[in-house]
């Protein structure tokens, strides 16, 4: 049953390293969202604006993509270290039964 479990975390990191490659994608095309005041014609005056929001959508989902990867990293740890203890413990577990 513990190694469903430990399979399932690591998983769960595959879905959240995926989820980053997505958010990364999303912040390459925000950071292309540029425009000059020549492009936008009569609204010129709120590009500024307008590029300033395309650079913080940029930013969060750049560090979002930075997340998430971690987190996925975090997940696959764990998995690994519990399934250490798990392991370790079945190990002693083996020796007391092989001593008697």
Not at 78 to 97: H, K, L, M, P, S
Request: proline share 1%.
């Amino acid at each position: 049953m513990a190694l469903v479990v430990f399979e399932e975390i690591r998983k769960e990191a595959t879905v959240w390293e995926g989820e980053s490659s997505r958010l990364s994608g999303c912040s390459t095309a925000a950071a292309g969202l540029h425009f000059s005041g020549l492009q936008w014609g009569i609204f010129a005056p709120i590009v500024g604006v307008y590029n300033e929001v395309a650079d913080l959508v940029a930013k969060v989902t750049g560090e979002g993509a930075t997340e998430v990867t971690a987190i996925g990293g975090d997940l696959r740890m764990n998995a690994d270290a519990y399934e250490g203890i798990d392991q370790e413990r079945r190990d002693a577990g083996e020796r007391v039964i092989g001593a008697y």
